[in-house]
Structures are given as structure tokens and as C-alpha cells.
């Protein structure tokens, strides 16, 4: 095994265990134990559990970032750009359990190396010029864009951390729920909503 493939697999190796058991839960010893290799080669590629930590939290702020970001960067109607951002984070969640788990968790290492809030954070920020122009359109003050990003993003997102455990109703189903509670919202809702976009995964 090359040192390259080395770095991948205790990558793969480490990602599970700090899915099943979180940072504290998660040693060295395990790590190793689970890629069949002595604490040395850990520490010689990461430093410790720490660096291993920070480098699989890192690849999932990325995945899930580029995911939500191209859902936004397509354009179109606004309620089509919700149906879409709320698919690709429910389909992050569907293919990628394990990193979604270690993103909503809290510990020291999560908050130097970016929390699961921060990167909502993030994702709201870039809504928020998109809500500026639809309210600028619908004669809305564009200033408050900045708070009803965060309410939108926020709510996808804990929906989703909801539906990581539940898996129920289906994804689409869920995502034309929270579009219709977005979009609609309480006074509006429809009887059963749709997505205006059809779920081809």
C-alpha cells in the first residue's frame, strides 16, 4: 500500500468511527487497531487523532458546501432554487450518513475546524443576495434578507438532521414539505404539496 492509499484508508477508517462514536469517543489505538496498522503510522501521517479529525471534517464542509452551492448556482425560479437546496442537502444526508453524523456533532476540535452552524452559516450568507432580489422584485425591504436566509437555511437543516435518524416520509416528500412551509408559509399551506421539479435520484 502506498503512503497515499495509507492516508486514504485510515481516512475511510477514521470517518466511520467518528460517526459511530464521536471525537471523544474515537482513540488512536482504535484507529489503528481497526486499519491493521501500528499508533505510529497514524500519528506519522496526522499527528494524532486531532489532524485525522480535522482533515475528515474538512472533505465533508467541502462535499456539502459544493452540493448546496450548485443547487443555488443553477438559477431559476426561486421556489425551484428551495426544491433544490433542500434535495442536495437531503441527499447528502441519504449518501453520506456517516460525515453528515460527525458534522452535527459538537466538540473542541469541530469548533476550531468549523462547526455544522458555521457552514449553515456560510450556506445562508450566499442566500442572501437571492433573497435580496426577490424581495427588491416584491417591493420588500432587501435589509431584512440577511434574517430570513437564516431562517430558511436553518430550517432545511435541522429538518435534515431530523430526517438523518427518522428516513421517513421519502426525501422528496420531505423537501415538498419544507418548500411548502418556506414558500406558502403557515397561512398558505397547501393540502399536499409538490415539488415543482420531479426527483430523479
Known amino acids: 500500500m502506498t503512503g497515499t492509499q495509507r492516508r486514504e484508508q485510515l481516512l475511510d477508517v477514521s470517518r466511520r468511527l467518528f460517526a459511530e462514536k464521536g471525537f471523544d469517543g474515537t482513540s488512536v489505538e482504535e484507529i489503528a487497531s481497526r486499519a491493521q496498522v501500528s499508533k505510529p503510522v497514524v500519528y506519522e501521517h496526522f499527528g494524532g487523532k486531532e489532524g485525522v479529525y480535522a482533515v475528515v471534517v474538512d472533505r465533508e464542509i467541502r462535499a456539502l458546501t459544493g452540493a ?18 433542500a434535495l442536495a442537502l437531503l441527499e447528502y444526508i441519504e449518501n453520506s450518513t456517516d460525515g453528515f453524523q460527525i458534522l452535527v456533532r459538537d466538540s473542541p476540535v469541530a469548533q476550531a475546524t ?81 415539488l415543482t421539479t420531479r426527483d430523479e435520484s
Open 68 to 85: 448546496l452551492t450548485d443547487a443555488l448556482a443553477q438559477g431559476g425560479h426561486p421556489k425551484v432554487m428551495v426544491e433544490r437546496t
Open 114 to 194: 468549523g462547526t455544522f452552524s458555521s457552514l449553515i452559516g456560510d450556506v445562508a450568507s450566499q442566500v442572501e443576495h437571492l433573497l435580496a432580489e426577490q424581495f427588491t422584485k416584491q417591493e420588500l425591504d432587501p435589509k431584512t434578507a440577511p434574517i430570513y436566509a437564516q431562517m430558511l437555511v436553518g430550517m432545511v437543516a435541522l429538518t435534515g438532521q431530523y430526517w438523518l435518524d427518522a428516513r421517513s416520509p421519502e426525501k422528496s416528500e420531505v423537501a415538498a414539505h419544507l418548500v411548502n412551509l418556506a414558500w406558502n408559509g403557515l397561512a398558505g399551506l397547501e393540502r399536499r404539496p409538490q
